[in-house]
């Protein structure tokens, strides 16, 4: 872990036992203490999303994954080269990445020999895969709902936040522009205590017009629970916060799995703003200090390099399935030929012996809805 000026910034203390403990008993976790080594690489990093005077910075911003591959035991060696021979790469590619195996979409990617020969020496080699993947514009808009759920502290709310995420997320995407134009003007998301009440009501205005995307049960439910929250006096997670900034770090992400897997080796493609950012963190175990990552540059690094290829793969199946509508996912997938039937197969037995290995390999801050496209992309019309 490089210590850089630290010495000239505050040091952030990070009890890991305060993330893993409570994560652990709320989703009943198991395995956390097992001994793994995690390489990492990251796609579709887009630093920071904000709301400009011409709409978002970045259009339309897409899944950011992290996470790689993921082995039990100590750090082992990677017979890397033996991939490499069979992929039969220029010899004067020193940093694999998914761009040397080629371009497209998730179907395209699908289509090529190479991407197949990966993934096969992935299951050989018996290396799973863990990922944490993040909709930017899903993160930023459900502190709407928390908000007023936090306020309102009914039980029987709760138990369908998730329901009422889902159906605010599909009518703010269904037309964004005039969502982002609304956020602008109210300083989304510091709107503060004097204009709550004038912003829920405009967006209930907006998105009545679309009502007819959702069933009408849950169409009423979201609009009655955005009606209450005009009558609250606060909305605690859309005040005292940075105007127009949707997302503002991809810190937390990281941090989070350094916090749940203690006993693992950690080893991080170098990514500047966030490797700067940890030579002020100091990680506790009680009164133990943790050493269990380190940065590394993924030219030395053949676990990070296989790492960028997977999960530049996960972000384009993420992606694909976010900017779709269910039923072009199914006519996307019933398109597939036989090649892209089996990569997908093998991709889809890599993520299940990695699910059942480790549940917390696999993490989604995503709509329910955008997940069930994933999955439906993954399974078929089954699922």
């Known amino acids: 872990m490089s210590t850089g000026d630290a010495v000239d910034r505050p040091t952030t203390i990070i009890d890991v036992n305060l993330l893993r403990r409570g994560a652990a008993a709320l989703h009943e976790l198991q395995g956390l203490d097992e001994v793994y080594t995690f390489y990492y690489d990251e796609t579709n990093n887009h630093r920071r999303i904000r709301i400009r005077d011409d709409g978002l910075n970045v259009k339309p911003p897409q899944c950011f994954v992290l996470g790689g591959i993921v082995h ?38 699908l289509a090529i020999e190479r991407v197949g020969q990966v993934l096969a020496w992935l299951r050989s080699e018996k290396l799973l895969i863990h990922f944490q993947a993040l909709d930017p514009l899903y993160w930023g808009i459900v ?92 909305l605690p997670f859309l005040e005292d916060g940075e105007p127009h900034v949707l997302l503002d770090t991809y810190r ?15 080893i991080l493609d170098e990514e500047g703003q966030v490797a700067k950012e940890f030579e002020a963190y100091r990680f506790m175990d009680g009164a133990r200090v943790l050493d269990h990552f380190r940065f590394a540059r993924s030219h030395d690094e053949d676990g990070i390099q296989i790492s960028d290829v997977l999960i530049g793969l996960l972000g384009k199946l993420f992606s694909f399935a976010i900017e779709r509508s269910q039923r072009e996912i199914v006519a996307a997938r019933s398109g597939l030929n036989p090649r892209q039937h089996a990569a997908l197969a093998t991709l889809k037995e890599l993520l299940d012996l990695s699910s059942e290995k480790n549940t917390v390999f696999a993490s989604y801050v995503l709509s329910p809805y955008d997940q069930h496209k994933i999955a439906l992309f993954l399974e078929g019309e089954a699922s």
Do not use: W
């Open 72 to 109: 039990a035991g100590p750090r082992r060696a990677l017979p890397a080269a033996e991939l490499r021979t069979a992929l039969r790469l220029d010899r004067g590619i020193v940093d694999m990445k998914l761009k040397h195996l080629g371009k497209g979409n998730i179907c395209e990617l």
């Open 143 to 234: 502190d709407i709902i928390e908000s007023i759920l936090a306020e309102l502290a009914q039980l029987p709310l709760f138990a369908v936040h998730m329901q009422l995420k889902d159906a605010l997320y599909i009518l703010i995407r269904a037309d964004l522009d005039p969502v982002i134009a609304l956020f602008r003007e109210f300083r989304y998301p510091d709107i503060g205590k004097e204009r709550r009440n004038e912003f829920l009501s405009a967006l209930r205005d907006l998105l009545r017009a679309r009502r007819t995307l959702l069933p009408d049960f849950d169409y009423r439910m979201l609009d009655g629970v955005l009606r209450m929250g005009q009558g609250l006096q606060s």
């Open 252 to 266: 937390d992400f990281y941090v989070a799995r350094l916090c749940m897997f203690t006993q693992a080796r950690h």
